[in-house]
């Protein structure tokens, strides 16, 4: 029997629930850092060997030398042996625990590229993928060079938060730079890009050893973006598997996770393609599973738990031992949350069988569908957004900064 191995798992939000279990299926030790206010989550006890924790949400020097300082202590008693990032707000964190104490994996300078969308957008112009136009916010002349020679409207958006927080849309130069003045000492943190508009889409994957192993490529049919500054339902659908769409994005985002130095980890990536010139381009990628309930919708399609393979993947890679991915299936399906005004939504009004899971959150309504047919995936989700628009959605404004 192998000795078992010691798992960090670093989650600052409540999630990765099947990978904690999996993790200790596998026969490891399990730690789980995590913050102060996220004790009483409904986490995997069973799973989780021990807990740590940290007493503010932030990435401030100060946070980060409590947490290198107590793990130093813990691990005076305590080996570790592998450390994992469960969501965008831990992959920095990872990856200084990783470079303090020599642990293998992802370190400092490859986990900008995952974190940072200027590093993310710089890198992916170099290796020749289309990117939207963009600039850095460091030289003033720069940034009225680009507003000058690029067309309105553009984003400012922080380098560094998760989905649309702390996005702001400009519509002139002058408008421009009263926002880029307001982030005073902080714009160094931002960057602003040329908006154009198109159809958004999401592609999730798993990677071992530099290579993509597992794919699903889908579309938004609201983006967060959308749904985040116009209060709208959220929505998202694989897409068809024989499409040029498919058939674009896969190539593409291998060549994305590649140019990053993408080796062994699940990730998510988004790309717009542009209605001006029917062109895809890049706009982001992370190390980690996607959030809003896409691993849900990704194992409704095609029977892969995001969550349970990456477990099993870092597992095997930790004890330099074969990982085999299961075999995939190609189903249809479609995911719709939205807030919802009531506390805990009665949905039994919902019965039809494609219905594969159900949300069940505090002020959320939500299902994944499943089908065959693409078509009726798309005919319930419409169905379905008329109706949670008119018995249920409630919105809430962007938050400028992240909240668990």
Known sequence: MPQPLAFLCIS???????????????GNTVYLLTYEQLADQPWPREAIDEFFYLPSQDNSSQNLDIM???LAHTMRSRKIDRVVAMDDFDVEKAALVRETFRIPGMGQTTARFFRDKLAMRMRAAAEGIRVPAFSSLFHDETITDFLRRTEAPWLIKPRSEASATGIKKVYSLDEAWQVIHSLGDNRHQFLIEQFKPGRVFH??????????????????????MEVAHGGGVFRTAVL????????????????VLRAFRMQDSASHSEYIRGDHDGEFYFLETSSRVGGANIAELVEMASGINLWREWARLENALARE?????????????????SLARQPWPDTSGFTDPEIAWRMNKEHHVGFIVQSPDRGRVLQLLDDYMQRIYRDYHASAPVPDKPTN
């Open 321 to 337: 031992e074969a990982y085999q991915l299961p075999d995939s299936q190609n189903k249809y399906a479609g995911l719709i949350i």
């Open 12 to 26: 600052t939000y409540f999630k990765g629930e099947a990978f904690l279990r999996a993790c200790k299926e596998a």
């Open 240 to 255: 068809p598997f024989d499409s040029d769409e498919t058939k674009s994005l896969y190539p593409l985002n291998d060549a």
């Open 68 to 70: 290198i300082n107590g």
């Open 203 to 224: 592609v999730d994957s798993l990677s071992k050893a530099g290579k993509v192993i597992f794919t699903r490529a889908s579309q938004y049919l609201a983006t967060p």
